[in-house]
């Protein structure tokens, strides 16, 4: 009987951390789809979709909008609790354009690379058509 029951928690075990690993990688393709089919979106629509940034900074021609992105909570000064996973995203425009997106921070692990920049640009990308 104990060892059923130690083999069915094993068994659901995997299965949910199988589970958790799965959404992980699909937040890692998101973020890096965004670094491709966001560049030559306008402010306008990045603000629409991802919400006002932490902060801005321009410099000559360019501007910067910087997110900062995680699956705990981000206070309004950008931090996170701890050594917790975290993205700072910046979008830089010129000309009212996204022309590059940048990731910084303890984004996501070895397979699992910017998985936590998902948390800011998901809801830029186009829906996908099933």
């Known amino acids: 009987m104990n060892i059923r029951f130690f083999l069915l928690a094993f068994l659901i075990l995997t299965l949910l ?22 560049i030559g979106m ?4 990045i603000l629409s979709c991802a919400g006002n940034p932490l ?5 000559d021609q360019y501007e910067d909008l910087i997110y900062v992105g995680s699956s705990r909570s981000v206070d309004q000064n950008g931090n996170v609790p701890g050594e ?3 993205c700072e995203v910046t979008f830089t425009f010129s000309n009212d354009k996204v022309t590059d997106i940048s990731y910084a921070g303890r984004t996501g692990g070895k397979d ?10 998901r809801n830029c990308l186009p829906k996908e058509k099933k």
């Open 55 to 59: 902060r801005s900074e321009k410099k």
């Open 84 to 86: 917790a996973r975290y």
């Open 17 to 38: 951390l199988g589970c958790v690993s799965a959404r992980r990688i699909q937040r890692s393709i998101i973020a890096e789809k965004a670094k491709q089919e966001l």
């Open 42 to 45: 306008s402010k306008t629509d």
């Open 112 to 121: 699992t690379v910017d998985e936590q920049c998902a948390f800011v640009v």
